[in-house]
T-cell receptor
Framework: QVQLVESGGDVVQPGTSLRLSCAASGFTLSSYAMHWVRQAPGEGLEWVAA????????YYADSVQGRFIISRDISKNTVYLQMNSLRVEDTAIYYC????????????WGRGTLALVSS | ETVLTQSPVTLSLSPGERATLSCRAS??????LAWYQQKPGQAPRLLIYDASNRATGIPARFSGSGSGTDFTLTISSLEPEDFAVYYC??????????FGGGTKVEIK
C-alpha cells in the first residue's frame, strides 16, 4: 500500500529540539522529492522544507532556515525533519508529502503529526 | 515570493449547486498551479495539477482552468462530501512553494 506515516510529534518547550519521522511504503524515496508542510491550529498550509529526489539538495522556508534540517535514510525508506531552537510559532501539524521528481505538486500526503511548542 | 490570494474566503452553497473558486497569483506562474481539498481532521488531497489536470481518482465534476495569474476551480454540482476547504498552490517560482489562504465551501 502506498502511504506515508509520520511520527515523533510531541509537546516541547521553546528552545528545545524535536525530530519528526516519515515512513514511506509502497514506493522508493529515491524516485520522488519529499517535503514537509505544516499547518498551525485553525490556519492554512505552509511549506517548510524539501529534499531533492536524489537527496543532493535541500530547500527551506525562510521561517525555518538555519533551524530545521530535512534528511532521509534510504535503507529505512524514511524521511526526517530535525527541528532545533523551536519557537511557539512552530506549533503545527506537520505533514510529510511526496512530489514527482521535478513537478512539485503534492500527490501523496501523510496524516500528519502534531508538534506543540509551549512553556 | 509569489503570493496566492483565494476568493471568496467562504462560499455558502447547497448540494447540487455549482461552485466557482478563484486563485490569483501576484506574478505569472504559467500553468503551474495545483488545487487541494482538505476535510476536518484530514490531510489535504490533490485534486488538480498544472491548472487543469485531474489527479488520479478525482471525479469529473471537479475541473480547473486558467493560466498566468488567474485560476479557477469549478465543482459542477456539489455532492455532500465536497463541503471542505480548498487550497491552491504554485510551483513556478520557488523556493518557497506557496499556498493560498483557502476557501471554505460550506452548506447553505
Amino acid at each position: 500500500q502506498v502511504q506515508l506515516v509520520e511520527s515523533g510529534g510531541d509537546v516541547v518547550q521553546p528552545g528545545t529540539s524535536l525530530r519528526l519521522s516519515c515512513a514511506a511504503s509502497g514506493f522508493t524515496l529515491s524516485s520522488y522529492a519529499m517535503h514537509w508542510v505544516r499547518q498551525a491550529p485553525g490556519e492554512g498550509l505552509e511549506w517548510v522544507a524539501a529534499l531533492w529526489y536524489d537527496g543532493t539538495k535541500q530547500y527551506y522556508a525562510d521561517s525555518v532556515q538555519g533551524r530545521f534540517i530535512i534528511s532521509r535514510d534510504i535503507s529505512k525508506n524514511t524521511v526526517y525533519l530535525q527541528m532545533n531552537s523551536l519557537r511557539v510559532e512552530d506549533t503545527a501539524i506537520y505533514y510529510c508529502a511526496r512530489c514527482p521528481p521535478t513537478d512539485w505538486f503534492f500527490d501523496l500526503w501523510g496524516r500528519g503529526t502534531l508538534a506543540l511548542v509551549s512553556s | 515570493e509569489t503570493v496566492l490570494t483565494q476568493s471568496p474566503v467562504t462560499l455558502s452553497l447547497s448540494p447540487g449547486e455549482r461552485a466557482t473558486l478563484s486563485c490569483r497569483a501576484s506574478q505569472s506562474i504559467s500553468k503551474y498551479l495545483a488545487w487541494y481539498q482538505q476535510k476536518p481532521g484530514q490531510a489535504p488531497r490533490l485534486l488538480i495539477y498544472d491548472a487543469s489536470n485531474r489527479a488520479t481518482g478525482i471525479p469529473a465534476r471537479f475541473s480547473g482552468s486558467g493560466s498566468g495569474t488567474d485560476f479557477t476551480l469549478t465543482i459542477s454540482s456539489l455532492e455532500p462530501e465536497d463541503f471542505a476547504v480548498y487550497y491552491c498552490q504554485q510551483r513556478k517560482n520557488w523556493p518557497p512553494l506557496t499556498f493560498g489562504g483557502g476557501t471554505k465551501v460550506e452548506i447553505k
